[in-house]
T-cell receptor, first 111, second 118 residues
């Protein structure tokens, strides 16, 4: 059973455009929702994370939008750049427990 | 801060041999480390959770006798793939949790180890 569902599987965006990746979850006990960026052959790196007590968090060009009632959260990448081309994973967890990862979105930003 | 290293970054071995992968937390003490496996174009699959000084907890379907995990110190965990076979070829990633750094119990990931079994 996939605890965290992620879409789309792949995404192609023009340079300067907005990239949007969506995730949904069922477990209302989740209290931490991070996004990871992974380049080929590298480990995932924490990009940005949010707790369910806020609806939005912004760090530079990256924004997480969180909808607690809908049990959905999304990553927005503003002014997307070719260097943002990577695979993005959403995740969720409860307290000190394990992370549950989404299936990943391969983002390609074309010049 | 919060750097996790893995060694080796890649390894090629013959079928039937054993391979050891090291995971180190360089600037913090990690009471808990996690081992993941990732197949091409797929998500990370948690294999096991290891706590310093105790036996690892394996996820369902992961053979504990094949994937030996040792977490003997607060900065080092090792994964040994015993009697490796081609189907064990994968990207192995560790992560470490620094309980003292953040109330969010964040995990910090290593760069991964590419294992190829011939």
């Amino acid at each position: 059973q996939q605890q965290v569902k992620q879409s789309p599987q792949s995404l192609i965006v023009q340079k300067g455009g907005i990239s949007i990746i969506n995730c949904a979850y069922e477990n209302t006990a989740f209290d931490y929702f991070p996004w990871y960026q992974q380049f080929p052959g590298k480990g995932p790196a924490l990009l940005i994370a949010i707790r369910p007590d806020v609806s939005e968090k912004k760090e530079g060009r990256f924004t997480i939008s969180f909808n607690k009632s809908a049990k959905q959260f999304s990553l927005h990448i503003m002014d997307s750049q070719p260097g943002d081309s990577a695979t993005y994973f959403c995740a969720a967890k409860t307290g000190a427990n394990n992370l549950f990862f989404g299936t990943g979105t391969r983002l390609t930003v074309i010049p | 801060g919060a750097v996790v290293s893995q060694h080796p970054s890649w390894v090629i071995c013959k079928s039937g041999t054993s391979v050891k992968i090291e995971c180190r937390s360089l600037d913090f003490q990690a009471t808990t480390m996690f081992w993941y496996r990732q197949f091409p174009k797929q998500s990370l699959m948690l294999m096991a959770t290891s706590n310093e000084g105790s036996k690892a907890t394996y996820e369902q379907g992961v053979e504990k006798d094949k994937f030996l995990i040792n977490h003997a110190s607060l900065t080092l965990s090792t994964l040994t793939v015993t009697s490796a076979h081609p189907e064990d070829s994968s990207f192995y990633i560790c992560s470490a949790r620094d309980v003292g750094r953040s109330s969010y119990n964040e995990q910090f990931f290593g760069p991964g180890t590419r294992l190829t079994v011939l």
